[in-house]
């Protein structure tokens, strides 16, 4: 485990250092890591820095307003309202890189406008030590490691937790007074929802994946889950009321590991599985099945796409 005041220390010195009087620019996607890298390049150049989230519309439930809630202290904050944009770019998109690179695509566009419009000459970024040695291989295209630096011109690029791991994060995260609600967060993938439901992605979908998944989070709490969430994987024939309807099925997932490169699918007890399916097909007209995913990664991947 690193030593977290020295690196806090180490850190916005090499930003002050990289960013120098010029101007800085970061996509805050909401998750511990650009919220940490945030935190720490705004404490070392301040207004200099334009953190920029982008609402994607394959957010959490209520993350927009906990991320304008918590960097409202950041002047310099853009949000970009993008939702209808990113379902435009996923319209008839099925297969899964296909739906990384769309989203990947459309996001390169939302960030470089803001880029251009700000001037910026330094691109931070929240990259982690997992997120290079998963890209090197090349298991998948994670759209927040690629991409961005060739988007727009810029002169400098800085990573600065680039040898940390996903805990030594949250420890930093600690530190700098992050709110729990981001440095406690489960991991959440870039592409967002759209990870979590197979095929096209639909507006109708997206909200299955987002209102299941608030349910599945706070009822695995106690697990202490390194992830716990809710997939849409296809439809199945279910009865509700007096119809047959031909619903969404719903896949709960709930992990442990320690850097998201393995994990083990965890043991839940069967009245909580009950309650959460009860809950979700409860809530949620279009959805007729719930289920449980017991495959451990490997061989299954932790998201779904
Ligand atoms: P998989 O599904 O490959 O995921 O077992 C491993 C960990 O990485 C997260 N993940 C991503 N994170 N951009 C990210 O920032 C991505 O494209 C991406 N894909 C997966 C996933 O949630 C898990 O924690």
Redesign the pocket.
């Known amino acids: 485990m690193v030593d977290v005041d020295q690196f806090i220390t180490d850190a916005v010195a090499e930003l002050e250092a990289e960013v120098g009087d010029d101007d800085a620019i970061i996509a805050l996607s909401g998750g511990v890591d650009s919220s940490t890298a945030a935190a720490l390049a705004y404490e070392a150049v301040g207004d200099q820095l334009t953190p920029v989230y982008v609402d994607t519309g394959l957010m959490r439930k209520g993350e927009t307003e906990e991320i304008r809630e918590t960097f409202a202290y950041m002047d310099s904050l853009r949000i970009v309202e993008a939702e209808d944009r990113f379902l435009g770019a996923l319209e008839g998109v099925t297969d899964p890189e296909a739906k990384?690179h769309a989203i990947g695509e459309q996001f390169i566009r939302e960030f470089e406008t803001v880029a251009r419009e700000e001037g910026a000459d330094v691109l931070v970024q929240g990259t982690i030590y997992p997120d290079r040695i998963e890209s090197e291989g090349t298991?998948?295209s994670?759209?927040?490691v690629g991409g961005l630096p060739d988007a727009v011109d810029f002169d400098r690029i800085v990573e600065p937790m680039r040898d940390l791991y996903k805990d030594e994060v949250r420890e930093v995260a600690r530190e700098l007074g992050l709110d729990a609600i981001i440095s406690e967060r489960m991991?959440?993938?870039?592409?967002g929802l759209a990870?979590r439901i197979v095929g096209e992605v639909t507006a109708e979908k997206v909200e299955v994946a987002r209102e299941a998944t608030h349910v599945v989070e706070a009822e695995l709490e106690e697990y202490d889950p390194w992830?716990a969430f809710a997939a849409v994987l296809g439809r199945a024939t279910g009865v509700k009321g007096d119809n047959r309807v031909h619903g969404h099925v719903v896949a709960v997932r709930s992990v442990e590991s320690r850097d998201?490169m393995t994990?083990r699918a965890q043991e839940i007890d069967w009245e909580t599985l009950q309650r959460i399916q009860s809950r979700v097909t409860g809530q949620l007209e279009t959805v007729s099945r719930v289920v449980y995913d017991v495959t451990h990664?490997p061989p299954a991947?932790?998201?779904y796409e």
Request: proline letters at 16%; a positive charge.
């Open positions: 990384r298991i998948k994670h759209h927040n991991p959440f993938p870039g592409p990870v992830q998201g994990a990664k991947t932790i998201e």
